[in-house]
């Protein structure tokens, strides 16, 4: 399925993003979450988690 809008949600404790179609009208097409990484120093590795988390829905 084709994503055409992300947003993530980088937060103190969990890293959230989703996914949506705005093609013709907009769908909400799911959620991923994953710890955030911010005591490690880099955010990307709890936003790779949320994308792993989406990627198996």
Not at 21 to 48: R, S, W
Request: proline share 2%.
């Amino acid at each position: 399925m084709k994503i055409d809008c992300l947003i993530a949600e980088i937060g103190s404790t969990t890293t959230v993003l989703n996914a949506f179609n705005i093609k013709n009208e907009i769908k909400f097409i799911g959620q991923g979450q994953g710890p955030t990484a911010v005591l490690e120093g880099d955010v990307t590795i709890g936003l790779n988690m949320a994308l792993d988390s989406l990627a198996k829905i």
